[in-house]
């Protein structure tokens, strides 16, 4: 059940939070079922999903992916760019390179578009990024370089079976960060307080980047009853979350009792300024 809430935004000043954490990895698996066993990929992609830089306007810097055929034969690469974006309605968007406002994959230069990996071996793919020499830009620019296996066939099979092909894709972002510039914003927004059937309470709140930098928030809410008691503190650090995106952040707040409640919650963007939100909260 979702509860009526009423709420209004306020910034205030509180001491930066030095934590941050890496984004977790993205890996899209796209696939045809069938009946028969399904067949698993060998190729992989070894450290981090998220390659960040900063530099100035009119640098050129060079970076790799890592990528590991971990199967006893060699394995086909295909290497390709791609936009990407993300929103708190759940869905993910995998753009034509260079057709999103902030997208930086015409500055990056891979070295290869296809390749072959050798069996229990890795392969570092490099590229090349020259950022243009424009005062314009500002904050920002990321784009994501795919890292596609080979399809993998069915095994042989008679006229009256049916086989399984798959294709693993991994999205490495490539985050272009211009020095200082750029602002850090945030906004907080369709706020939903839920309570389940084993009575179990959450809040969630959609978290959007709308300044020109990235940054990792760090999110908090503190729950208080009516006579000023705090009765949950739940904290997280998200990922990097870039302009023009946003996330759900889910908060568990566990079994309460019924009543009227205030929720502070907090978004951290690394600045010095930290925006909160105060809600009533009646069940």
């Not at 509860?3 to 977790?24: F, N, T």
């Not at 243009?132 to 994501?144: K, N, V």
């Amino acid at each position: 059940m979702t509860h009526a809430i009423r709420g209004a935004l306020a910034p205030l000043v509180i001491s930066r939070r030095a934590g941050r954490a890496s984004l977790a990895a993205l890996l899209a698996l796209l696939a045809w079922t069938s009946q028969a066993q399904i067949a698993h990929a060998q190729i992989s992609v070894v450290g981090s999903s998220v390659e960040e830089h900063t530099a100035s306007t009119g640098e050129r810097y060079d970076g790799s992916v890592l990528v590991r055929n971990s199967d006893s034969k060699p394995h086909s690469v295909r290497v390709y760019q791609s936009d990407y974006s993300f929103f708190a309605d759940g869905t993910s968007h995998f753009d034509d390179p260079g057709s999103t406002p902030r997208s930086n994959a015409r500055w990056i230069k891979p070295s290869v578009s296809t390749l072959v990996v050798p069996p229990a071996s890795d392969v570092a793919v490099t590229y090349v990024v020259t950022v243009p020499a424009a005062d314009t830009l500002r904050g920002t620019y990321w784009s994501a370089l795919m890292i596609e296996g080979e399809v993998i066939p069915p095994a042989a099979a008679g006229a009256r079976q049916i086989g399984l092909g798959s294709v693993i894709r991994y999205a490495v972002q490539i985050a272009t960060h211009l020095q200082a510039t750029g602002t850090r914003k945030v906004r907080l927004s369709n706020q939903r307080f839920v309570t389940d059937s084993a009575g179990n309470h959450s809040f969630d709140v959609d978290v959007a980047n709308v300044g020109e930098r990235a940054y990792r928030p760090s999110l908090w809410v503190e729950l208080y009853d009516d006579a000023g008691a705090q009765r949950a503190k739940v904290q997280q650090q998200r990922g990097l979350l870039y302009p023009g995106t946003s996330l759900v952040q889910h908060f568990a707040l566990g079994n309460l009792p019924a009543g009227s409640y205030k929720a502070v919650v907090f978004a951290d963007t690394g600045d010095d300024e930290v925006v909160a939100a105060q809600y009533k909260i009646v069940f």
